[in-house]
């Protein structure tokens, strides 16, 4: 994703949360949607904290075995992700951060990420290892080639030299 897009979602998502919060609260009050914002603050940080533990647990049990915690990796971020938006204040930030701190949609989310963001990235850095796309004779980008058929150079003095 391009950083103009980027700095542009980033920017959208105060404004979109403003412009919740107003009607809301002339429809509530004021009193009640403040603490309606830091009831679901309070609620997501004891969520995104529950998960974490469990995260991180998951993540030291598998370390222990020697496999990889790539999930486990991912779900940290996007944890770390729910709980910035979670302390937050505004609807839309809380809604965010609940998406990303509920197993249930988390797991879709880090799918699609892995598949779409991950991968493609890592590709590109290990030249096609990570999805088996690999080179078996050269050098990938390697564009100074040699051709060595004999038939391809003619000797100094011969017509087509």
């Known amino acids: ?3 103009r897009w ?3 979602l980033l920017l959208a998502i105060p404004l979109a949360d403003t412009l919740l919060l ?3 609260a002339s429809t509530i009050g004021f009193v009640p949607t403040v603490l309606l914002v830091v009831l679901t603050g309070l609620l997501g940080m004891l969520l995104v904290r529950a998960e974490g533990r469990h995260t991180l647990s998951k993540l030291q049990r598998k370390t222990a075995t020697g496999e990889l915690p790539t999930n486990e990796l991912l779900d940290g971020g996007l944890l770390i992700a729910a709980g910035a938006f979670l302390l937050t204040p505004g ?3 809380d809604v965010l951060g609940f998406t ?3 197993p249930f949609t988390r797991y879709p989310i880090r799918g699609v990420l892995k598949r779409y963001v991950v991968r493609p990235y890592l590709d590109k850095q290990t030249g096609g290892f990570v999805s088996g796309n690999v080179w078996v004779g050269g050098f990938p980008g390697d564009d ?3 051709n060595l058929d004999p038939e391809e150079y003619g000797r100094p003095g011969d017509d087509n030299s």
């Open 1 to 3: 994703m391009q950083t």
């Open 144 to 146: 100074d080639v040699v």
């Open 100 to 102: 990303l701190a509920l």
């Open 22 to 24: 107003l009607p809301v």
């Open 91 to 93: 609807i839309v930030t």
């Open 6 to 8: 980027v700095i542009a």
